[in-house]
């Protein structure tokens, strides 16, 4: 009786053996509802009769594990019919038309099927030729051995000893050169290329009481002299005799112009404004500074001193200054 067991033991076994051995042979195919998957042809079939575009879509998840993104209209019911078709196909079969979907390919396992490039070659075995020798190792040192030959140079007995070069093609020696940044001369102070020889007066004006000196500073260079009429103020400095030093003109600094955007320009009044002068400082010494109103006079358009005495003469004088007051002004700003 055991012995009628053992028998029937091992011929059970080689049956699962072979029913797996058969199975193990067969290529891989996934089955779902309406799609069908063949792993070794990497193909896909379909039948699908009036079935839900979102079934079909979830169902091509969990055969070929593809996500398909967008998936527009899940509840239509469709009807699909294919063979033999690549995942992109299908999933073009799946779509309603001119729709653009984006496919994330799951991580199915591609059988591997080797190409024509990595079969090995057949043919006749290499023979090679009668008297051929065969290349040596790269173990084998095989440098050839090198023979002096003719007149070998010999060493110089005597070293090196360096000569002085001179003459008026060659540099000088390095330690004749100048050298800079071993000196302990203390540094001096840069020239002043410019001299401040102009003073910038600054004169406040106010509604009804005269200019007066809020600033007086030296600046460097020397004011060009004006030739033309560009304001309704004129200044000069006179000397002690009489004679004009300079003179100028200058814009009412009380008037505001503004421009509204319709086009429209009107003008009114500070209440206060500033204006700069800029006088020769040798012109100060002993000179008088004058300020007169020529709004009411018909000026020329070039400045001469004949214009500049009528000016004098016939404007609404504004401000009578000596030059001193200008000067203490400028010592202090100094200090």
Known sequence: MPRILQRLSSALL?????????QWGKPEVANGRWIRFD???????????????GALFDELKSVAGADVRPQPEREAVVTVQGRDL???ALVALLMPPGTRPTIRPGEREVAAVATETARPKRGEPLR?????VAKPSAEVDVTPEIRRTGTIKAAADLPYAPREVSGRA??????VLLRTADTQEPKKPLVARVPRSSVRVQLQFEEGVPPRVVDARAIEGRAPPQRFVTGSYLYALTAADGRVLEAGTFQDPLVEHSYLPEGQH????AKSGVVGISIARE????????VVDVSALAMPRELDERTVRLALERGKSALQLEAAVVLRRLDQEAK
């Open 14 to 22: 080689a049956a699962l053996l072979v029913g797996s051995c058969a």
């Open 86 to 88: 690549d995942l992109d």
């Open 39 to 53: 792993a070794v042809a990497q193909r896909y079939s379909i039948d699908a009769q009036q079935v839900p575009r």
């Open 170 to 175: 060659t540099k000088p020696q390095a330690a």
């Open 128 to 132: 090679p030729a009668a008297g051929a």
């Open 266 to 269: 009107s003008v009114g009044r």
């Open 283 to 290: 012109n100060l010494n002993g000179a008088v500074l004058r």
